[in-house]
């Protein structure tokens, strides 16, 4: 089993920056890929960004190319989602996510992977 704890999120006004980090403990032996999905209320949960965890392979969403950065701490397997210049589209919940080997073409869908976090709400204001 893998466990996924979340921190960071908030409320901030647009245009400002938060940073989200998930630290993965358990059996991590087995994950390639660690990321940030969100949901905003009455829509599906979609893929934000993406990291190949033994590698710097990144995938990320349209919405968010030039405004996000994932990294990740080999240390502690832990990733961060640095988010700036936020916009109020971005409000939702975002969720850690990982998992093992996924098709690169699915790898911003929810569907492939194993293991979530709890999710931490972030609320960007006009």
Known sequence: QVQLVESGGGSVQAGGSLRLSCRASGY????KYMGWF????????EGVAVRY????NTY?????KGRFTISQDNN?????LRMNSLKPEDT???????GGW??????LLPDDYAYWGQGTQVTVSS
């Open 53 to 56: 965890t033994g590698g710097s």
């Open 102 to 107: 996924i098709t690169t073409t699915r790898i």
């Open 28 to 31: 991590t032996y087995s994950l």
């Open 60 to 64: 990320y969403a349209d919405s968010v």
């Open 38 to 45: 969100r949901q905003a209320p009455g829509k599906e949960r």
């Open 76 to 80: 502690e397997l832990t990733v961060y």
């Open 92 to 98: 939702a919940m975002y969720y850690c996510a990982a």
